[in-house]
């Protein structure tokens, strides 16, 4: 892949890190505010509590996804981006572009989701 690219993709990815960091800041910072008042009708508190697993798998899901951001931004130091981790081939361009974090090409990908769906 040459320069010009990687650096759009760079772009991609730290824009993307960007927005994660913000969207998980206001998560917490609103996890903080409902801890203080419990609402005393038990209806009210389930709610409360499935908003707040509801919350936690949000945050879950932005970590996995910032710890893949920042190994892609690592691999374009490294130059290794774009590569596929299973059969060495480069990534389609087009599928990088709808998913800068992607490692893997997209027939791997099918691959992978039909081993996982065997397996499940
Ligand atoms: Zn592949």
Request: some cysteine; overall charge negative.
């Amino acid at each position: 892949m040459d320069k010009e690219k990687l650096m759009f993709f760079k772009e991609l990815l730290l824009q993307q890190k960007k927005e994660l960091l913000e969207q998980a800041r206001k998560t917490v910072s609103s996890l903080s505010q409902e801890g203080e008042e419990v609402p005393a009708d038990p209806a009210d508190r389930a709610t409360l509590e499935a908003d707040r697993n509801f919350l936690l798998r949000i945050r879950d899901r932005e970590r996995k996804l910032l710890a893949k951001i920042d190994e892609a931004l690592e691999k374009i130091e490294n130059g290794t981006y774009g590569i596929c981790e299973l059969c060495g081939n480069e990534i389609e361009e087009e599928r990088l572009r709808a998913r800068p974090v992607a490692s893997y090409c997209i027939e791997c990908k099918r691959k992978l989701e039909a081993l996982e769906k065997i397996q499940r």
